[in-house]
């Protein structure tokens, strides 16, 4: 490749720390279609450097997946859970996964300490449950916008481990009925001793359910309750939420 008024450069000649430097800045799809294709030296440290594929985010944050079809998105991830090949540690995406792919990236990634799904309205409470038994390692989990219920004693049980819980304006918890109002809630208390951080955003959950939760989970630091309108948040409760160093409550702006 000639530079304009110099000499020409090989880039297939560059080091190889420079270019996985390089790589690192790039996001999935730019290494599976762009730049990891240039030339075979950059197609070989693009699919066998494993340190490439340890965080993967294939948000629409991260960039807008609307002009992909859904199944090349699926094919992205699947392709970069199998560079990865068993050292991936975060794995962020949204609205294209569902319970198969779920399980996918849980049978070929049990060494997955963060897990970010938003919008997935294709994962169901059993996919969730399944894919859960296969990262016992995980430690961050952030389930938000699904339409989902019922799964917080599975999750518990698998993932030990966990100590970010985030589960943000799932709507079959929040429709739910009288009954049931607060089962999460007693899930999340009974089965997550370990949580440092838990946000329930948006979601039923009452008094009951907020005071059993500070029961149960003593190493609470940071707890998120915004928009949570069945609480009431009387002087007791005021009191016994004083230890949580990172406090929002229902009220609580952003």
Same mark, same amino acid.
């Given at each position: 490749m000639a530079e304009d008024g110099g000499e020409s450069r090989d880039w297939a000649d560059m080091p190889s720390d420079a270019?996985?430097?390089?790589?690192? @800045? =790039?996001?999935?799809?730019? *290494? =599976?279609?762009g730049a990891g294709l240039v030339c075979r030296p950059w197609r070989?440290?693009?699919?066998?450097?494993? +340190?490439?594929? #340890? #965080?993967?985010?294939?948000?629409?944050?991260?960039?807008?997946?609307?002009?992909?079809?859904?199944y $090349?998105?699926?094919?992205?991830?699947? +392709?970069?859970?199998? #560079?990865?090949?068993? +050292?991936?540690?975060a794995f962020w995406a949204d609205f294209f996964v569902s319970d198969d792919l779920l399980l996918y990236?849980?049978?070929?990634?049990?060494? *997955?300490?963060?897990?970010? *799904?938003?919008?997935?309205?294709?994962?169901?409470?059993?996919? !969730?449950? $399944?894919?859960? @038994?296969?990262l016992p390692q995980l430690e961050?989990?952030?389930? +938000?916008?699904?339409?989902?219920?019922?799964?917080?004693?599975? /999750?518990? @049980?698998?993932?030990?481990?966990? @100590?970010?819980f985030r589960l943000n304006y799932c709507f079959r918890l929040s429709y739910s009925s009288d009954h049931d109002v607060d089962t999460e809630a007693l899930c999340i208390a009974n089965n997550m001793p370990e949580l440092r951080?838990?946000?329930? !955003?948006?979601?039923? !959950?009452?008094?009951?359910?907020? /005071?059993? /939760?500070?029961?149960?989970?003593?190493?609470? $630091?940071? *707890?998120? !309750? #915004?928009?949570?309108?069945l609480i009431q948040i009387h002087d007791a409760l005021k009191v016994k939420c004083g230890r949580i160093r990172n406090l929002k409550l229902p009220h609580d702006s952003c």
């Open positions: 270019l996985s430097s390089l790589f690192a @800045k =790039l996001d999935v799809s730019d *290494l =599976l279609t070989q440290l693009a699919s066998t450097d494993h +340190t490439l594929w #340890r #965080r993967v985010d294939m948000t629409y944050e991260r960039y807008a997946f609307s002009v992909f079809k859904m $090349e998105a699926v094919a992205m991830a699947r +392709t970069a859970v199998d #560079r990865a090949a068993g +050292t991936m540690e990236v849980s049978l070929r990634a049990s060494s *997955l300490k963060s897990l970010h *799904l938003h919008l997935c309205f294709n994962v169901t409470n059993e996919g !969730i449950a $399944e894919a859960m @038994k296969g961050e989990l952030d389930i +938000t916008l699904f339409v989902l219920g019922g799964v917080c004693q599975s /999750i518990g @049980k698998a993932c030990p481990q966990l @100590k970010y951080e838990l946000k329930l !955003i948006g979601n039923n !959950i009452t008094n009951d359910g907020l /005071i059993s /939760i500070l029961d149960h989970c003593l190493h609470l $630091e940071s *707890l998120d !309750i #915004r928009h949570c309108h």
